[in-house]
């Protein structure tokens, strides 16, 4: 299974963003997760002295590396392990269904940009980390629990699916304005004859209370 990244934008650039993912399920389904940046990534500068990135949305967060997730509506309580880029440039994708990872050529989470975090919505033991991640609603809380301590809180503003070949790859590295955070994990149908799912769920979210 794995992620092409894509697009330039002015602090990020991604060489060509599609997520592929893959893998041979077993009894109902299995599978992978997967969307993915460039080796020419460029990490946001921000700083928690920053001013608020825009009218009523906190200041944004010094990095600091993410540990856990969790995702209160869907019973996700995950930790997370890093994820760097392949030797094709292709985002790295968890070993197996758990734990979730988030992708250390970003910014962390609370940071000024778009954090992302990865996960399997299946595997070939079983559902994956992300398996209930298409039923998150707009509002929900998703929370991460970072190396410092804190836990900042992100409210869900949007749930998409995409199909490959239509991945979202500016919307999901692009440069934002605010702390944002994407949850990426596979969709659609699995399509047997490429070994891999049809599509990406993708969770949009946006800080709301720093840790």
Known sequence: ?????????????????????????????AGAAAPTPSAAAVR??????????????????????????????????SELMRLG?????????????????????GPTPGELGPAVIAGHV?????????????QVAVGDEIRVGRADGTVPVFAVTAVEEHAKDEFPTAAVYGDIDHAGLRLITCGGD?????????????VFAELVRPG
């Open 44 to 77: 946001p500068t921000t700083s928690a002295d920053a001013s608020p990135v825009a009218s009523g949305r906190p200041r944004v967060m010094a990095a600091s590396v993410p540990v856990r997730v969790e995702i209160p509506a869907i019973g996700v309580d």
């Open 122 to 134: 299946d595997w070939t033991t079983g559902p994956g980390v992300f398996f209930d991640l298409a």
């Open 1 to 29: 299974m794995r992620w092409w990244p894509g697009a330039a934008t002015s602090t990020i650039v991604l060489v060509v963003a599609l997520a592929a993912c893959s893998s041979a399920p077993t009894g109902a389904a």
């Open 85 to 105: 880029l392949q030797d094709d440039g292709t985002l790295e994708v968890p070993p197996a269904g758990f734990p979730a990872g988030w992708y250390d050529g």
């Open 190 to 202: 699995w399509d047997r004859s490429v070994s891999h799912y049809t599509a990406n769920v993708v």
